[in-house]
């Protein structure tokens, strides 16, 4: 029987009425596989991924196929973002094998959970060099009924290299000039000068880079990096990554234009990139930067919300064309046809010059996805934008992962406190605070330990990894900024004391997992960047930011060595640890602490929250007050509001003034 009907993971319920006889992962399931003496098929996805819907519907809807799979394995689907653990263990295995790695995975294990064959998507039929689905469960089948000895053997000389595999840790401190200016080189030498951003196609949006790169102007100056940023912000905005209808950023795009995305919106993905857009805004009052930042935050509110006052995980790739095809992007392009129905010839003309519609089309039959290739401020357009996001309301949506991640929401609430304190919008705060408020009461719970996902305002059963307690921590320090409420600091301070006591090993390195989670074959650990921070370096940084609230020794201590990754990989692979670099140049610049003594809101207040001294952190509120450590024995001057900047244990002169108080938080 299939048993995912009771899961809350969206991803698993889409393959609840399979007939494969699914398990989720547990401990039941391998039991099973001991007590019948067969392999267990690991197929591990997510719900906005297009290549997961399409094996499920050619091999895991198929009746024959199904039946099997049933007979000859125990097959355990896995949601890859509500279990980024099994996922990173197995598909570090599936890379070195293979050499390459993506979803769906498909993993073959013993009943111990050891792997001994790997791959991605399998096609119904034999092509383009790939066996069938069917060819493979066979294979592996003989292999397991006459060839046991050396599958057994196969599997554990693949779990004792993964656990002989050494992570280079700097161990002699955090990096320093040297470091930083070699990891810029490094990025300069792969940039892509005409289309901006950085090596080919596919190209993702490389939003942890670009925070480096403000970060290293704001500190240094080099304009080669602010250059480098701007450029690609600008590219990513005028490009089809961006939706020019809707605001809001697909996951990548299939070639090195950002002409064509893969169309699935990620929450990770506009949370980063929002707060990239609004800290650009920052550090050159770009009209377009600002514009990009309102617009994607705006997206993730009315598209991503949730009614407990979440964000949901994604919108899919695909949805139902014209003709009840469920094809990717069908919600998203226009042909001139279209345009001209909605909007009648003249200005269709317009449209489809403004955007970018062609007869012969950027995409698939003759359709186009909309671009910016001429004016973005052309009066005209406001309106004929109105009248096409209208008709498209009227298309059949894109499915949604409803799901809470912890993480995500950390990034989503950082996002959205800092632009609607940015840009005047109050009501972006509260949709931050209320995302926060969330948080704590489904997935902190009493005993302050985060769980991964939520879904209907129930918490799953999978607990957090080390990016949820990093990005939550982040998305509470920024939020503790904003509003002037000391709770969120000390919510943070919560979440940062079990990162010491679970994830930290020796020398100051961290794990992903925590020391009393579920035991795999191996527990693990990646310092670098994928699609979000890596927990490593999200976790380094919120540490480093509540030290310099607090005046903590030992999270300062914890976020310096935890940087020594940095000062190892920064140099060698800059674009894989961009939020380690980050993190890196708001160490080098102290970071800076900024008291504001006076009301929040004022004008003080908004000056310290958008200076770009890197990784800067603020406290405001009315002196005397309990909540911030910095604003004890910082009084107001004359009883005027009163700013104190410190950083290295040197304070400069309290400021009553705006402007002097933005020229100490310039970063020069």
Same mark, same amino acid.
């Given at each position: =029987?299939?048993?995912? $009907?009771?899961?809350?993971?969206?991803?698993? #319920?889409?393959?609840?009425?399979?007939?494969?006889?699914?398990?989720?992962?547990?401990?039941?399931?391998?039991?099973?596989?001991?007590?019948?003496?067969?392999?267990?098929?690991?197929?591990?996805?997510?719900?906005?991924?297009?290549?997961? %819907?399409?094996?499920?519907?050619?091999?895991?809807?198929?009746?024959?196929?199904?039946?099997?799979?049933?007979?000859?394995?125990?097959?355990?689907?896995?949601?890859?973002?509500?279990?980024?653990?099994?996922?990173?263990?197995?598909?570090? @295995?599936?890379?070195?094998?293979?050499?390459?790695?993506?979803?769906?995975?498909?993993?073959?294990?013993?009943?111990?959970?050891?792997?001994?064959?790997?791959?991605?998507?399998?096609?119904?039929?034999?092509?383009?060099?790939?066996?069938?689905?069917?060819?493979?469960?066979?294979?592996?089948?003989?292999?397991?009924?006459?060839?046991?000895?050396?599958?057994?053997?196969?599997?554990?000389?693949?779990?004792?290299?993964?656990?002989?595999?050494?992570?280079? %840790?700097?161990?002699?401190?955090?990096?320093?000039?040297?470091?930083?200016?070699?990891?810029?080189?490094?990025?300069?030498? *792969?940039?892509? *000068?005409?289309?901006?951003?950085?090596?080919?196609?596919?190209?993702?949006?490389?939003?942890?880079?670009?925070?480096?790169?403000?970060?290293?102007? @704001?500190?240094?100056?080099?304009?080669?990096?602010?250059? =480098?940023?701007?450029?690609?912000?600008?590219? =990513?905005?005028?490009?089809?990554?961006?939706?020019?209808?809707?605001?809001?950023?697909?996951?990548? @795009?299939?070639?090195?234009?950002?002409?064509?995305?893969?169309?699935?919106?990620?929450?990770?993905?506009?949370?980063?990139?929002?707060?990239?857009?609004?800290? #650009?805004?920052?550090?050159?009052?770009?009209?377009?930067?600002?514009?990009? @930042?309102?617009?994607?935050?705006?997206?993730?509110?009315?598209?991503?919300?949730?009614?407990?006052?979440?964000?949901?995980?994604?919108?899919?790739?695909?949805?139902?064309?014209?003709?009840?095809?469920?094809?990717?992007?069908?919600?998203?392009?226009?042909?001139?046809?279209?345009?001209?129905?909605?909007?009648?010839?003249?200005?269709? $003309?317009?449209?489809?010059?403004?955007?970018?519609?062609?007869?012969?089309?950027?995409?698939?039959?003759?359709?186009?996805?909309?671009?910016?290739?001429?004016?973005?401020?052309?009066? /005209?357009?406001?309106?004929?934008?109105?009248?096409?996001?209208?008709?498209?309301?009227? /298309?059949?949506?894109?499915?949604?992962?409803?799901?809470?991640?912890?993480?995500?929401?950390?990034?989503?609430?950082?996002?959205?406190?800092?632009?609607?304190?940015?840009?005047?919008?109050?009501?972006?705060?509260?949709?931050?605070?209320?995302? $926060?408020?969330?948080?704590?009461?489904?997935?902190?719970?009493?005993?302050?330990?985060?769980?991964?996902?939520?879904?209907?305002?129930?918490?799953?059963?999978?607990?957090?990894?080390?990016?949820?307690?990093?990005?939550?921590?982040?998305?509470?320090?920024?939020?503790?900024?904003?509003?002037?409420?000391?709770?969120?600091?000390?919510?943070?301070?919560?979440?940062?004391?079990?990162?010491?006591?679970?994830? /930290?090993?020796?020398?100051?390195?961290?794990?992903?997992?925590?020391?009393?989670?579920?035991?795999?074959?191996?527990?693990?650990?990646?310092?670098?960047?994928?699609?979000?921070?890596?927990?490593?370096?999200?976790?380094?940084?919120?540490?480093?930011?509540?030290?310099?609230?607090?005046?903590?020794?030992?999270?300062?201590?914890?976020?310096?060595?935890?940087?020594?990754?940095?000062?190892?990989?920064?140099?060698?692979?800059?674009?894989?640890?961009?939020?380690?670099?980050?993190?890196?140049?708001?160490?080098?610049?102290?970071?800076?602490?900024?008291?504001?003594?006076?009301?929040?809101?004022?004008?003080?207040?908004?000056?310290?929250?958008?200076?770009?001294?890197?990784?800067?952190?603020?406290?405001?509120?009315?002196?005397?007050?309990?909540?911030?450590?910095?604003?004890?024995?910082?009084? =107001?001057?004359?009883?005027?509001?009163?700013?104190?900047?410190?950083?290295?244990?040197?304070?400069?002169?309290?400021?009553?003034?705006?402007?002097?108080?933005?020229?100490? #938080?310039?970063?020069?």
């Amino acid at each position: =029987m299939n048993r995912l $009907a009771g899961v809350t993971s969206p991803y698993l #319920l889409q393959h609840a009425d399979n007939p494969v006889h699914w398990w989720p992962w547990s401990p039941e399931a391998f039991e099973e596989a001991r007590r019948r003496n067969v392999p267990v098929l690991l197929s591990v996805g997510y719900s906005s991924c297009h290549w997961c %819907h399409v094996m499920a519907h050619e091999s895991f809807e198929d009746e024959a196929t199904a039946a099997y799979m049933n007979q000859h394995f125990v097959a355990v689907k896995v949601d890859r973002e509500e279990r980024p653990d099994v996922d990173a263990v197995y598909m570090e @295995a599936v890379q070195a094998a293979t050499g390459q790695g993506g979803w769906p995975m498909t993993v073959f294990l013993t009943a111990d959970a050891e792997p001994f064959y790997f791959g991605t998507y399998f096609p119904p039929e034999a092509r383009h060099g790939m066996p069938s689905f069917r060819q493979v469960l066979e294979g592996v089948t003989a292999a397991w009924t006459d060839r046991r000895d050396e599958v057994g053997e196969v599997a554990g000389r693949i779990v004792r290299d993964l656990s002989e595999r050494s992570l280079a %840790h700097g161990g002699d401190g955090p990096p320093g000039e040297a470091e930083l200016a070699q990891a810029l080189l490094g990025l300069t030498r *792969e940039y892509d *000068e005409k289309r901006g951003g950085f090596g080919g196609a596919p190209k993702f949006p490389p939003s942890m880079a670009l925070e480096f790169l403000l970060r290293h102007h @704001a500190r240094t100056g080099a304009d080669g990096a602010l250059q =480098m940023a701007a450029d690609t912000c600008a590219a =990513m905005a005028r490009g089809g990554i961006y939706d020019q209808l809707g605001g809001g950023f697909a996951r990548y @795009a299939v070639d090195r234009e950002w002409v064509v995305p893969h169309f699935e919106k990620m929450l990770y993905d506009n949370a980063l990139l929002c707060r990239v857009y609004a800290h #650009l805004w920052r550090a050159t009052g770009s009209e377009l930067a600002r514009r990009v @930042a309102l617009e994607t935050a705006d997206f993730m509110v009315r598209e991503l919300r949730t009614p407990e006052g979440g964000f949901a995980s994604a919108l899919d790739a695909d949805s139902e064309d014209a003709h009840g095809r469920h094809v990717e992007g069908a919600y998203y392009v226009w042909t001139p046809e279209q345009l001209r129905e909605v909007l009648g010839e003249e200005d269709a $003309a317009f449209a489809a010059e403004h955007f970018g519609v062609t007869g012969e089309g950027t995409f698939e039959e003759g359709s186009s996805v909309l671009q910016l290739p001429g004016d973005p401020d052309d009066p /005209r357009a406001a309106g004929v934008r109105e009248r096409l996001l209208a008709a498209r309301e009227e /298309r059949p949506r894109p499915g949604r992962d409803d799901k809470i991640v912890a993480a995500w929401n950390g990034l989503a609430i950082a996002a959205l406190a800092e632009t609607g304190a940015f840009f005047g919008r109050p009501d972006l705060v509260e949709r931050a605070t209320e995302a $926060a408020d969330l948080l704590v009461r489904v997935h902190m719970g009493p005993v302050a330990r985060l769980a991964r996902t939520s879904k209907d305002g129930r918490a799953g059963d999978h607990a957090g990894v080390l990016e949820d307690y990093g990005d939550v921590a982040e998305g509470f320090l920024a939020l503790a900024g904003v509003t002037g409420e000391g709770a969120w600091l000390e919510f943070a301070g919560f979440l940062l004391d079990i990162v010491l006591q679970h994830f /930290r090993g020796e020398g100051g390195q961290l794990y992903d997992t925590a020391d009393d989670a579920e035991q795999l074959i191996r527990r693990p650990q990646d310092p670098t960047d994928s699609a979000t921070p890596a927990g490593w370096t999200a976790a380094a940084g919120a540490l480093l930011s509540y030290a310099a609230h607090t005046g903590s020794e030992p999270h300062r201590t914890a976020a310096e060595e935890a940087l020594g990754v940095v000062k190892a990989l920064g140099p060698r692979a800059p674009r894989f640890i961009g939020w380690g670099l980050a993190v890196a140049e708001a160490l080098l610049d102290g970071p800076r602490e900024v008291a504001v003594a006076g009301p929040v809101g004022g004008e003080l207040h908004r000056t310290a929250l958008i200076g770009r001294a890197p990784g800067a952190v603020v406290a405001a509120g009315e002196p005397g007050g309990a909540e911030f450590p910095l604003l004890a024995d910082r009084p =107001m001057a004359g009883g005027a509001p009163t700013a104190y900047v410190c950083r290295h244990f040197v304070c400069d002169a309290p400021t009553t003034d705006a402007e002097a108080l933005a020229r100490a #938080l310039g970063g020069a």
